[in-house]
């Protein structure tokens, strides 16, 4: 499994950084698209894997994977037919100067202060969307009695992360992106509460999915925020950059989660999450805003 978290890892920056290379007309509602794509297979994949769980032969659930990982080659190939991005887009083929001046970029993108805090808001955030994925299903079935149909609400959450990437495009551009943030932040931090100190499956479950419609819009937001303060020449591997970066809290927060829980009980996930989300609030503070982008 860790060697394929390591080939899978590079594959959750590279379309968002490929995507703007793609697009220069309105890239903030196709990164919506491109990631509410990712919810859709967090929505799906509950659902599968609780119905395999029932099984005698549960591992089994692997040919899925196996199913639509060469599902996925097969379209990349057919898209793209190994052509390189400058056949692709029509841009510059790079040359040797290019090349040499990537270590440069490499570095401007580590000493960036900009690109550094959106990574660890990244980070943050990546690891409380996954401990509510991986552990909600444990503090369902242990701290609120749920049955093995629990395994469903892991399934609401990522519907609602879904809905939220695509359904508040509308209200990320009324409100305007830095500002709505706060609100998502403040509203899932609420919602958590009610996980917390309201002893109802049900409304558990509907306060879970809302979680996820509130946290769907913030990654999209994060990815384009990149695009608004960091020059266009580091553009892609700062995404890069931030996108790997955040998928690593997606294993440090489940096994801190997880070691709290041993030593106190599952009962620990809603404070901690809601710690998390506050940590994210801080963070977002001290990001410059898009009209602190210098030149490229």
Known sequence: MALVGTHLNPGSGLPSGVLFEYTKINPSAKIGLLHASYGVGGFIAPLIATQFAQLPRWSFHYLCSLGIALLNSSVLLFVFRLRRLHEVTGAPEMNAGSLQNAGSRYKDIFISRAVQLLALFAWVYVGTEVTIGGWIVTFIIEVRGGGS??????????????????????????????????????????????????????????????????????YPILIHTISTIVPRRILTGSIGWVASFGQAGSAVFPFMTGALAQKYGVRVLQPLLIGMMSVLIVIWIVVPSGSQRRGD
């Open 149 to 218: 149909s629990a395994g469903y609400i892991s399934s609401g959450f990522f519907g609602g992360l879904t809905l939220g990437r695509v359904g508040l495009l509308w209200v990320n551009r009324k409100v305007g992106e830095r500002r709505v943030i706060y609100i998502y932040c403040l509203l899932a931090i609420g919602l958590e509460l009610v996980v917390w100190l309201v002893p109802n499956i049900i409304g558990n479950a509907l306060a879970v999915s809302f979680v996820g419609l509130l946290l769907g819009p913030m």
